[in-house]
């Protein structure tokens, strides 16, 4: 468990700084038309080209601001001490729940834009 649970704060922040490349490539070089490899691809947001554009341009934001915090939030161990079930819960809670929130934040402003 030791050696795990120092790699484990790695993760959110490894992620986070991924995030916020892929946010930058992708307001770099949005995807144009509906694609099935590149862009923020799900069913609500492959329904119409209008849709696939606002979704880029949305979702892009919200990776960098998920990105940003999980950069930010990896550095909880400080606050939480060598816990490894803290460790373990904080870290991995924070990949899952960042990237629940960019899906889940996307999603509802694509239904409420066009309803």
Same mark, same amino acid.
């Given at each position: %468990?030791?050696?795990?649970? /120092? *790699?484990?704060?790695? =993760?959110?922040?490894?992620? !986070?700084?991924?995030?916020?490349? %892929?946010?930058?490539?992708?307001?770099?070089?949005?995807?144009?038309? =509906?694609?099935?490899?590149?862009?923020?691809?799900?069913? !609500?947001? %492959?329904?119409?080209?209008?849709?696939?554009?606002?979704?880029?341009? *949305?979702?892009?934001?919200? %990776?960098?601001?998920?990105?940003?915090?999980? =950069? @930010? @939030?990896?550095?909880?161990?400080?606050?939480?001490? /060598?816990?490894? !079930?803290?460790?373990?819960?904080? !870290?991995?809670?924070?990949?899952?729940?960042?990237?629940?929130?960019? @899906?889940?934040?996307?999603?509802?402003?694509?239904? /409420?834009?066009?309803?």
């Amino acid at each position: %468990m030791g050696f795990l649970s /120092n *790699y484990v704060y790695t =993760i959110p922040f490894i992620c !986070g700084w991924i995030f916020l490349i %892929m946010s930058a490539v992708a307001t770099i070089f949005p995807p144009k038309k =509906i694609n099935a490899l590149y862009g923020y691809r799900t069913p !609500g947001s %492959m329904r119409s080209q209008e849709r696939w554009d606002f979704a880029q341009k *949305y979702s892009t934001r919200r %990776m960098a601001e998920a990105g940003i915090l999980m =950069i @930010l @939030l990896s550095s909880l161990k400080q606050v939480f001490g /060598n816990s490894p !079930g803290a460790e373990l819960g904080i !870290g991995f809670g924070l990949l899952f729940g960042l990237t629940g929130y960019l @899906l889940y934040v996307t999603e509802r402003a694509i239904k /409420n834009k066009f309803k």
